[in-house]
């Protein structure tokens, strides 16, 4: 989810930690599980300092190592540690198992969008993402600020985010649903298919589609029941080529195919010797592909230039690729 919804996330399950007979009627101890759940449920998400280092370190680890197994231990532990810096006597039990609840919580709800997370590494390194959540669902962080507002005009905090969970595993279900059903109307027309790649929008009823065969792919979108074709490419698996195989050893399109599953390569013959271009097939917005990797080789195949990242426009692909060679 988006670092706001994050926020709210936070917020609510200190306030539903009240219900903890331990934090009841313990102002000091409320505060501190409210720091720690807040803290906690962005801590997964302190990985995007990585962006610093620039987007291949980003685009391999974000909600990797951060959002794995370990990390669901380890980010409770440095936040109960850090709270009991300041006060000791606080029961540190309480506070790391609020802590753990906040993390796992974030790392939990990661896994419905189609971005997706490591959540299972360092056990299985396959992104799991369901496709089911937008990265921001409007529904999700407007129904967190009226339980904020009502626990803020005196509403039982508890109950009132007790009430909003449960409201929203239905809401999580009804989209579940409509995932799947948008999976079956795809498999009904494409049973050859051998994978359906779906992704939700910020409209309930509007679905980004790319569809796999061993022959072809379509990026399509579904609105309302209703299937539209955009376009269509062959189904071409990375080729022993001497020049794709050189541009597979760069960092950029080697941290853009750990994370992409559908994408096409295209290979052009330039002024400076060679471009290796990959496009991520499935962040089609108004006719454009904005996820892609580029690498630049020289007539000995020798990269000068790369870049990973979501571009909008040539001329500023053009402009980072130039960066990256002076660099």
């Known amino acids: 989810m988006d670092t706001g919804t994050h926020v709210v996330m936070g917020i609510a ?40 280092k620039g987007n291949a370190p980003y685009i391999r680890n974000h909600r990797g190592p951060t959002h794995s197994v370990p990390a669901l231990f380890l980010w409770p532990t440095a936040i109960t540690l850090a709270l009991l ?5 606080l029961p540190w039990l309480t506070i790391w198992g609020w802590s753990f ?28 993402a369901l496709g089911v959540i937008n990265i921001f669902d409007a529904f999700i962080f407007f129904a967190h600020i009226v339980a904020i507002i009502l626990w803020r005009f005196g509403s039982d905090p508890g109950y009132t985010f007790l009430t909003l969970y449960i409201v929203l595993t239905g809401y999580y279900i009804w989209r579940y649903k409509e995932n799947r059903a948008v999976y079956n109307l795809l498999k009904q027309q494409h049973p050859d298919a051998t994978h359906i790649f779906i992704s939700p929008t910020f409209k309930w009823n509007l679905w980004h589609v790319v569809i796999r065969t061993k022959e072809y792919m379509y990026v399509t979108e579904v609105r309302h029941k209703q299937i539209k074709y955009f376009e269509t490419y062959s189904f071409d698996p990375i080729p022993d080529h001497p020049i794709i195989n050189a541009a597979l050893y760069d960092d950029n399109l080697s941290a853009f195919l750990s994370f992409s599953p559908t994408y096409r390569w295209e290979l052009f013959t330039e002024e400076h010797g060679y471009t290796v271009k990959f496009t ?48």
Not at 85 to 89: E, G, K, Y
């Open 13 to 52: 399950v200190g306030g539903l930690a009240t219900l903890d007979p331990n934090i009841s009627g313990n102002s000091a101890l409320a505060q501190s599980v409210m720091i720690a759940t807040i803290v906690g449920s962005q801590a997964p998400d302190f990985d995007t300092v990585l962006k610093l």
């Open 85 to 89: 810096a300041f006060n000791p006597s």
């Open 101 to 128: 609840f906040a993390v796992f919580f974030h790392v939990f709800v990661d896994i419905f969008n189609a971005y997706g997370t490591q959540a299972l590494s360092p056990f299985r390194k396959k992104w799991i």
């Open 280 to 327: 991520d097939l499935r962040y089609r917005s108004k006719g454009h592909y904005p996820f892609v990797a580029i690498v630049q080789l020289d007539e000995s195949y020798t990269p000068i230039s790369s870049y990973t990242g979501w571009v909008y426009n040539k001329e500023t692909l053009q402009r980072k690729l130039e960066q990256a060679a002076v660099q």
